[in-house]
């Protein structure tokens, strides 16, 4: 498959990975690349292997072959915090916001990271409360008490936390109200302008064109086409054939 | 018949000071659980060789307070390694693995303290012999500074893992382990540092407790067993649970052996586990069964 050259190096790169769950091969020799600062999407119907694209990508499945590269250099099997602490952020589908702790202690988990002073911690903190003041009124409650779309904007301001240069975002509008779905396309736009790549999963076919650059097309364990978004509309005939009913 | 309120008061003291050193005892055994899913059969063994390290500086050094010191650092770090070599291989595997390997480390330790210090029990000699008169009895100070020195580590941990950057890193990976990785948390060091919390808790109980009884290489098998009930009627890896079982338990017990032999008070924790078992399996002092 010929991918439209991004740029001269590649932030991450997934090259023909295949994934297994026990005995079940997911992923056939997945292929892709995501460019610095860029917003990539990730469609295909269900239980084709995008969430185990971006688990194999985090280190938290750990493909039998194949390679990925993080700024040109290996990561295949590091494990998930060494590349949390390289600048891999994940928010996975289920969100998985840890219930009994604070919505503060759940930041606190990406922002105490050794080297960084208290003003730069603070500046992060600001920069996401700014952006989503319901987790500044909320700070001191339980993360299992926030409703899904206010567990949603933790988990995303959660892997804000680690100043990352790449986000793996699954499904995060998922299930969620209008309201809230364009606010997640807001904190898109802002990573985007701050230079912070994504990896976006998504069913949400309008919002995935406007919010990415290129999208790659899912089947059955393997990338099956690519496209630039820009040149695709609601209705395109591609979108159908992956993602039709 | 008259109810003996002086021999009450008595057993609730008695009851509050072994309570205490069972809380120490079994708060590291359920946070073991709570975060790897390992139930620790060494832990006794690790009371035990607390014991032994605080006989062993104080005769050396003739200071209670520095072997209490120096044995728990000792144990944390051997519960460190005995964590990286054995347990750290067997993450994520069927419990029962995990199960086979601590017991088989409890039997290494127990014969490993029978081959190094002999089958003669040991006295570690108190700190200070100061009574003051309960009814009729001329009780120690000692046994109540244990009970306030218990409470008071068991205080320090709470505070850490509620405000320690370190105890919200314990915290959610007890909660999340997938995810607390993907936060950036060094989950296997995480373990391996709250391995290391509990075996020196469990050595901080033995040097404390060590005056009460003697020190032998079978001194960790009732605590365990005690511990283990405490861990089950609190709610398998629930923290608080398991310290107001502990506390609950031994003041059940003080108060049977008011009318029944010690010996057969034991049974009385035997029913409160096994009641708990039937009735509220996720542990007696949760407030809502999940
Ligand atoms: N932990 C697991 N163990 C075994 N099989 C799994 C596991 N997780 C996912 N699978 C299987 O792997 C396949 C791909 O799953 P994956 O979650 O990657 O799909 P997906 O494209 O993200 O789907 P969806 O749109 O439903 O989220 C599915 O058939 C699923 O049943
Ligand atoms: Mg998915």
Same mark, same amino acid.
């Given at each position: 498959?010929s991918?439209?050259?991004?740029?001269?190096?590649?932030? =991450?790169?997934?090259?023909?990975i295949?994934t297994?769950?026990?005995?079940?091969?997911?992923?056939?020799?997945?292929?892709?690349d995501?460019?610095p600062?860029?917003?990539?999407?990730?469609?295909?119907?269900?239980?084709?292997?995008?969430?185990?694209?971006?688990?194999?990508?985090?280190?938290?499945?750990?493909?039998?072959?194949?390679?990925?590269?993080?700024?040109?250099q290996?990561?295949?099997?590091?494990?998930?915090?060494?590349?949390?602490?390289?600048?891999?952020?994940?928010?996975?589908?289920?969100?998985?916001i840890?219930?009994?702790l604070?919505?503060?202690?759940?930041?606190r988990?990406?922002?105490?990271?050794?080297?960084?002073?208290?003003?730069?911690k603070?500046?992060?903190?600001?920069?996401?409360f700014?952006?989503?003041?319901?987790?500044?009124?909320?700070?001191?409650?339980?993360?299992?008490?926030?409703?899904?779309?206010?567990?949603?904007?933790?988990?995303?301001?959660r892997?804000?936390?680690?100043e990352?240069?790449?986000?793996?975002?699954?499904?995060?509008?998922?299930?969620?109200?209008?309201?809230?779905v364009?606010?997640?396309?807001?904190?898109?736009?802002v990573?985007?302008?701050?230079?912070?790549?994504?990896?976006l999963?998504?069913?949400?076919?309008?919002?995935?064109l406007?919010?990415?650059?290129?999208i790659?097309?899912?089947?059955?364990? =393997?990338?099956?086409h690519?496209?630039i978004a820009?040149?695709?509309?609601?209705n395109d005939?591609?979108?159908?054939?992956y993602?039709g009913? | 018949?008259?109810?003996?309120?002086?021999?009450?008061l008595?057993?609730?003291v008695?009851?509050?000071?072994t309570?205490?050193?069972?809380?120490?005892?079994?708060?590291?055994?359920? *946070?073991?659980?709570?975060?790897?899913?390992?139930v620790?059969?060494?832990h006794?063994?690790?009371?035990m060789l607390?014991?032994?390290? @605080?006989?062993?500086?104080?005769?050396?050094?003739?200071?209670?307070w520095?072997?209490?010191?120096?044995?728990?650092?000792?144990?944390?770090? #051997?519960?460190?390694?005995m964590?990286?070599?054995?347990l750290?291989?067997?993450? @994520?595997?069927?419990?029962l693995?995990?199960? *086979?390997?601590?017991?088989?480390?409890?039997?290494?330790l127990q014969n490993?303290?029978?081959?190094q210090?002999?089958?003669v029990?040991?006295?570690?000699?108190?700190?200070?012999?100061?009574?003051?008169?309960?009814?009729?009895?001329q009780?120690?100070?000692?046994?109540?500074?244990?009970?306030? #020195?218990s409470?008071?580590?068991?205080?320090?941990?709470?505070?850490?893992?509620k405000?320690?950057?370190?105890?919200?890193?314990?915290?959610?990976?007890?909660?999340?382990?997938?995810?607390?990785?993907?936060m950036?948390?060094?989950?296997?060091?995480v373990?391996t540092?709250?391995?290391?919390?509990?075996?020196?808790?469990?050595a901080?109980s033995?040097?404390?407790f060590?005056?009460?009884?003697?020190?032998?290489?079978?001194?960790g098998?009732d605590?365990?067993?005690?511990?283990?009930i405490?861990?089950?009627? @609190?709610?398998?890896?629930?923290?608080?649970?398991s310290?107001a079982?502990?506390?609950?338990?031994?003041?059940?017990?003080?108060?049977?052996?008011?009318w029944?032999?010690p010996?057969?008070?034991?049974?009385?924790?035997?029913i409160? #586990?096994?009641?708990?078992?039937?009735?509220?399996?996720?542990?007696?002092?949760?407030?809502?069964?999940?």
């Open positions: 498959m991918a439209p050259q991004t740029s001269p190096q590649p932030l =991450v790169s997934v090259e023909g295949h297994y769950y026990g005995k079940s091969h997911i992923l056939h020799g997945v292929s892709l995501i460019g600062g860029e917003v990539v999407g990730l469609i295909g119907r269900n239980g084709v292997g995008k969430s185990t694209t971006l688990k194999s990508i985090m280190g938290l499945v750990s493909p039998s072959e194949g390679k990925i590269t993080f700024q040109g290996a990561i295949t099997h590091q494990p998930p915090h060494k590349l949390a602490r390289l600048g891999i952020g994940y928010v996975p589908e289920d969100r998985r840890f219930k009994l604070t919505v503060m202690e759940n930041l988990t990406g922002l105490d990271r050794a080297g960084v002073e208290d003003a730069r603070q500046a992060l903190l600001d920069k996401v700014a952006f989503f003041p319901v987790l500044a009124e909320r700070r001191r409650q339980a993360g299992g008490t926030l409703s899904g779309g206010e567990q949603q904007m933790l988990a995303i301001a892997a804000m936390m680690l990352p240069r790449i986000i793996l975002l699954d499904e995060p509008t998922e299930g969620l109200m209008p309201r809230m364009s606010q997640i396309k807001e904190i898109i736009g990573l985007h302008r701050d230079g912070v790549a994504i990896l999963v998504e069913q949400n076919v309008p919002l995935t406007e919010a990415c650059q290129r790659y097309f899912m089947e059955k364990g =393997v990338v099956r690519h496209a820009s040149k695709l509309s609601v005939p591609v979108i159908h054939q993602l009913v | 018949m008259e109810i003996p309120w002086d021999i009450i008595i057993q609730t008695n009851g509050l000071v309570g205490m050193i069972l809380a120490l005892v079994a708060s590291g055994l359920t *946070l073991i659980f709570g975060i790897m899913d390992v620790n059969f060494a006794g063994e690790l009371f607390g014991a032994y390290m @605080g006989v062993v500086v104080l005769t050396t050094t003739g200071n209670f520095l072997a209490l010191v120096i044995a728990v650092l000792i144990v944390a770090l #051997l519960g460190a390694a964590q990286i070599t054995t750290r291989p067997l993450l @994520g595997r069927d419990p693995n995990t199960i *086979l390997a601590t017991f088989g480390l409890s039997l290494v490993y303290a029978l081959w210090f002999g089958p029990a040991r006295k570690i000699q108190e700190p200070f012999t100061g009574q003051f008169t309960l009814f009729y009895l009780y120690p100070w000692y046994r109540i500074v244990i009970a306030v #020195l409470a008071a580590i068991i205080t320090g941990l709470y505070l850490f893992l405000y320690g950057r370190y105890g919200i890193w314990i915290r959610a990976t007890t909660q999340d382990r997938v995810m607390a990785q993907a950036g948390i060094p989950v296997p060091w373990h540092a709250v391995f290391a919390i509990g075996a020196g808790m469990a901080a033995g040097v404390l060590g005056p009460l009884v003697g020190v032998n290489h079978a001194m098998l605590w365990v067993l005690k511990a283990f405490v861990v089950v009627v @609190g709610g398998m890896g629930n923290l608080g649970g310290i079982a502990a506390i609950f338990i031994s003041l059940l017990e003080a108060y049977a052996s008011i029944v032999s010996s057969q008070a034991i049974i009385v924790s035997s409160v #586990l096994i009641l708990t078992l039937l009735f509220r399996p996720t542990g007696l002092f949760v407030p809502t069964p999940k």
